[in-house]
């Protein structure tokens, strides 16, 4: 066999290949479109009940079949920091949720910079939170695997307007992830 055939191989099987710097994850974040031409309205007197005011009228129902099928604890655990413009977010909530198509129509409202009604109780049984310290430093522990939004919001020190800060993670039983929520 000729020498150049086995290096000619080795290049054409490599040629599709990339470099991947290494460093944290590139952040993802899923919009799932919820609204459907095709579904059937409601009839005014069967509407829910109207939202809060300021809040946006949830359009997902709670999926339970989809919660069910999650695991509620583990052994992961999620550290950070929450800060905006470089100002630390001290005792403010964090929230690790799944994702689901329930949370995600929350992530998507809240990434437009609306907040949407309350969740339902059961979604939020699977929902983890902390509070962070006065430097905006935050910690879970016994998280389950799974793909989660990790969210916290506090007010923009420029404008006096509260900010959601909202990243998704991936996370697997035994890991420690750390996630700076910040912008």
Same mark, same amino acid.
């Given at each position: 066999m000729? @020498? ?7 290049? +054409? &099987?490599?040629a ?5 710097? /290494? %460093? ?6 899923e919009?799932?479109?919820i609204?459907?031409p095709?579904a059937?309205?409601a009839?005014?007197?069967a509407?829910a009940?109207a ?17 069910? @099928? ?7 655990? +999620? &550290?950070?920091?929450?800060s905006l413009?470089?100002? /630390? %977010?001290g ?5 690790v ?5 329930y949370?995600?129509?929350a ?15 059961r979604a ?16 879970l ?5 799974g ?13 006096g307007q509260?900010q959601?800060i909202l990243r ?10 750390e996630?700076n929520l910040?912008?």
């Open positions: 000729k @020498a150049w055939i086995i290096p000619a191989l080795l290049g +054409l &099987s490599l599709g290949c990339q470099m991947i710097e /290494p %460093g944290p994850p590139p952040e993802r974040i919009v799932i479109d609204s459907d095709d059937p309205q009839e005014p007197s509407r009940p939202p809060e005011p300021g809040r946006v009228a949830r359009q997902v129902a709670f999926p339970a079949a989809e919660y069910a @099928a999650l695991p509620k604890s583990g052994s992961a655990s +999620l &550290s950070g920091r929450l413009n470089g100002t /630390p %977010g005792n403010e909530t964090i929230s949720a799944p994702v689901t198509t949370s995600a129509e992530a998507e409202h809240a990434l437009a910079g609306r907040a949407v009604e309350r969740a339902d109780p939020q049984a699977y929902t983890h939170n902390a509070r962070t310290d006065g430097n905006g430093h935050f910690s522990q016994g998280l389950p695997p793909e989660f939004y990790v969210s916290g919001s506090m007010v923009n020190p420029a404008n509260r959601v998704q993670v991936s996370l697997r039983n035994g890991q420690r992830l996630v910040s912008r």
